[in-house]
């Protein structure tokens, strides 16, 4: 019986330090592709930098779109066991674009000591986190009430139980409404930002 203790002990320190050494990994990669990002800006107008932000929104648009359509196709099949790879390939396309337009903020502040973007940017961010928050709260909350359809729920899966996750996943939606409006307005912030930039060159 010791022995057991001490092979799973021994097991698990070797997944705790191959976890250590991926996360390792995984922060070079993204230092790296920062400098890399960081060095290809510094060439670029104040104007053509606004424009790479807009095409990080544009990515961002279209990885919400596979987000959400990955899940339906999930809440449709059942397969529940499949998300968790979805949900790994939409945060490295997020993480990259994240990367990309922190890189062009420094770049407005740093470079062309554009202070005033570089706080509509940090919005415009901060925003973007919170909807990314969101929008995987309300994937749990679907994927919760799923599983209570399913009769898979650890506590039972009852009406009321149902009726809770439905009302939670309506005020997430509330929530994601309003902070798309705070997204919006940042991002037209931006554009008469750009529409300035463009007359004045």
Known sequence: FKCECLSENSLQLVADVKDNEQHEAMKQERLKRGKEIQSALQSLSVSELLGAIF???EERVATYKIFDQGLS???LSGNI???PSLCAKVTATFSVVSDTINAVKSSLVERHKRH????IVSRLQKYEG????LTAAIHLEKLRLKNADLGL????????SAQLLEKGIKNLERNISTNLELINEVLEELRCTAADETHES
């Open 55 to 57: 095409a990080g929104q």
């Open 73 to 75: 196709t999930i809440l």
């Open 81 to 83: 066991t499949s998300y």
């Open 116 to 119: 005033d973007i570089g706080e």
């Open 130 to 133: 919170e909807k990314l928050n």
């Open 153 to 160: 729920s650890f506590n039972g899966s009852d009406e009321r």
